[in-house]
């Protein structure tokens, strides 16, 4: 289909600023990311659930979750693992648009595809989560079994076994949850992040 054929009627519609001053919260995008079993998704869970707590209204958007509806027709080559982020970042986009948090728990294991979101949602509003929990924890834990199926050949380009895992260079938050409790970890966060998305009548209208 050719582009010049769309034309998208984002100006007709409400803008953000309208919609977070109508929810009383700044719409941004918190991005967790790390090895598989390193507890981003309990993380985030905790997260929405505290945030919640405290009046702001967030969505979560999980692996499993997305690759089970939107994204089911990709595999895990490096192409649609590289679509599935993208597809990611434009759907958070959307949201983060309607003044609504953010919260996305994948593994996006490169510089290059947490770079191609940041790029999507815009610097400002991504908010990057490094959960730094070594592979060797991640491994004992296995949660899933995908591991240990990974070092039997059973599952080819995983993340950590047999294709690697980049390092985030600058996050905004990086969290180790090999030790310390989960509440510990999320009153942490909450710390940085309830900054970014408070509303603020003097910054909004």
């Not at 998704?41 to 997305?66: H, M, P, W």
């Not at 310390?180 to 009153?187: A, F, I, L, P, W």
Request: with cysteine; proline share 4%; charged share 30%.
């Amino acid at each position: 289909m050719n582009n010049n054929n769309i034309y998208t009627t984002f100006d007709k519609i409400k803008d953000r600023y309208a919609k977070e001053i109508y929810l009383k919260q700044q719409g941004k995008v918190i991005w967790f990311t790390g090895l598989s079993g390193s507890g981003k998704t309990t993380l985030a869970s905790q997260l929405e659930k505290r945030l919640f707590e405290l009046n702001y209204f967030c969505q979560i958007l999980d692996g499993d979750n997305v690759r089970s509806g939107i994204n089911k027709n990709l595999r895990f080559t490096e192409e649609d693992r590289m679509e599935n982020i993208r597809r990611i970042a434009e759907v958070s986009k959307l949201f983060m648009n309607c003044g609504i948090i953010l919260i996305c728990s994948f593994i996006s294991p490169t510089n290059e595809m947490r770079d191609l979101a940041r790029s999507i949602i815009g610097d400002d509003d991504f908010l990057e989560v490094f959960v730094n929990t070594p592979l060797e924890v991640c491994e004992q834990r296995d949660p899933k079994g995908l591991y240990k199926k990974a070092r039997a050949g059973e599952i080819p380009n995983f993340t950590g076994i047999s294709s690697p895992f980049e390092h985030p260079e600058h996050p905004f938050i990086e969290v180790d949850n090999s030790n310390k409790d989960v509440d510990e970890n999320v009153r942490e966060m909450l710390l940085k992040i309830v900054p970014e998305i408070r509303w603020d009548p003097s910054g909004i209208i």
